[in-house]
């Protein structure tokens, strides 16, 4: 609550019977309280990045969709190759990777971004039941039992996720079919939480990763062999909502030239703060 006080975003502690009210349609255990933030709202993310990437083009980027090897050596780097043999040549490079950094960097991120695999549901909600959709039903965090999800938007169906972190994988061959663990665990979750849902459909779910780092804050450093080539993600689970901040942070940072420049890198999300082992500290 201080950091949302801090920030000057509006809210309100909710006590049981006050969540009751508002939310019938949610089970709350005695002695549940809960933060309700009446100016929260949802990002549509595929729609975010293509608006993005369209709005770049506008303003003269060029865009090309290519896989960057990993560069070899150190010191200033003029080039990378790509896998279908471009060569491109910059001042600085960023690698904003995500789960995939520690493939292309197995030496330096091997044991430092931990890719865990993260399971997503899309509930069918009751004909004419208007209590799951929106503004009936607020996005949602249950930090009790870990779970999270948004109402039934553009009719896909009330999402249900899991955010413990589930077993490490490859971001390119973990398989993307709904295991059975997981369906049984956000059953499980929705017919307490959400009884009314006890045996909704699952109608549609998703398999992808987050890209955890040992504390669960970001990575933005430079690789510590090249003077030009900077490290971006360690999102974990939570990088997409500071992609705009996040974004001009480093674009400052790069451009400032970081460490020898006026905007220093960020303690916290230093290389040298991303241990091999994982214990989570942000949320
Ligand atoms: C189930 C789930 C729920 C989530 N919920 C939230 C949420 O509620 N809020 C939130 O803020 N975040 C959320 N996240 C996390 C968020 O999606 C990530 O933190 C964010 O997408 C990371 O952005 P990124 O740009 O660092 O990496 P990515 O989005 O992973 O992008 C990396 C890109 O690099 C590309 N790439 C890979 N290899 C190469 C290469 N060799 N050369 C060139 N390109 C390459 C990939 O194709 C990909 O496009 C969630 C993630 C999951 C899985």
Redesign the pocket.
Known sequence: MKMMQDAGAKFEKLEPDEMRRRFPQIFFEDGAWGIFEPESGV?M?RRA?QAVVAQAQKIGVSYI??????PSGGGRLSAVK??SGQTLSANTFV???????P??FPNLLGDRIFPSR???FFFGVPAGNAQFSMPTMPTWIDSKDEF?GMPDLESRGFKV?DDHHGPIVD?DTQPRMASVQAIAAARSFISERFPALKNAPIVES?V????NTSNGDFLIDRHPDFDNVWL????????????PSLGEYVAALVLQGGASGSLKIEPRFSLATKQSTQNRAVH
């Open positions: 990002l993310a990045v969709s290519e896989a960057a090897l990993a790509t896998a690698f904003a990777c995500g789960p995939w950094l493939k292309i993260q399971e997503v999270y996720a971001p998703r992808c990763q987050y890209e971006v993600g360690g999102g974990s689970g939570h990088g997409f909502k500071h992609g």
